[in-house]
Nanobody
């Protein structure tokens, strides 16, 4: 069963922008902190960004800070990752994930299938 569903991936030129979306369900989204991760062939899964359940707290990895923005729309059970000024090294499969938003130490337990992002030069 699909836990979370990403969309919005594709091919973009370096310097361009792309917005990823991830739609969850009541079980996987409500009262959940959401995160974005990415993985390219031969590399470990890398944390990209996270947002608290009520959008009162966000965190973006240093590699994407000032370029990526994470937001969410709880009414639509959707979390977004706005990616600007994309670089070739940003190319990867991007996955969204959710965890219990009531504690900062909870682990991500639901994961999406991933969306491919390709950046050309």
């Amino acid at each position: 069963q699909v836990q979370l569903v990403e969309s919005g991936g594709g091919l973009v030129q370096a310097g361009g922008s792309l917005r990823l979306s991830c739609v969850g369900s009541r079980r996987t989204f409500s009262n959940s902190a959401m995160g974005w991760f990415r993985q390219s062939p031969g590399k470990e899964c890398e944390f990209v960004a996270a947002i608290s359940a009520e959008s009162d707290g966000t965190y973006v990895a240093a590699s994407a800070k000032e370029r990526f923005t994470i937001t969410r729309d709880n009414a639509k059970a959707t979390v977004y990752l706005q990616m600007n000024r994309l670089k070739p090294e940003d190319a990867a499969v991007y996955c969204c994930a959710s965890r219990d938003g009531s504690t900062r130490r909870s682990q991500y337990e639901y994961w999406g299938q991933g969306a491919q992002v390709t950046v050309s030069t």
